[in-house]
């Protein structure tokens, strides 16, 4: 596998961790407490999903031109 296809899929495997402990454990946690932190937690969430989805499109780009081995 190249370089480049190894980066985007780790990159995507962090995201999706980050993601999903955010909106199952942080956000739950910040509400019970702190909104400025669950505001800051909620921003980061979507900033992620916004970057999962950059990720997953140009991953299946790859797939598609045949650029991900």
């Given at each position: 596998m190249k370089?480049?296809?190894y980066n985007l899929l780790k990159v995507l495997h962090g995201k999706l961790d980050n993601a999903w402990r955010i909106e199952?454990?942080?956000l739950r946690d910040?509400?019970?407490g702190c909104t400025?932190?669950?505001t800051i937690l909620k921003r980061?969430?979507?900033d992620d999903k916004r970057t999962i989805e950059a990720l997953r499109v140009e991953l299946?780009?790859?797939v598609k031109s045949d650029?991900?081995?």
């Open positions: 370089n480049v296809n199952k454990h942080y910040a509400a019970k400025r932190c669950r980061i969430w979507t299946a780009a790859h650029k991900l081995s």
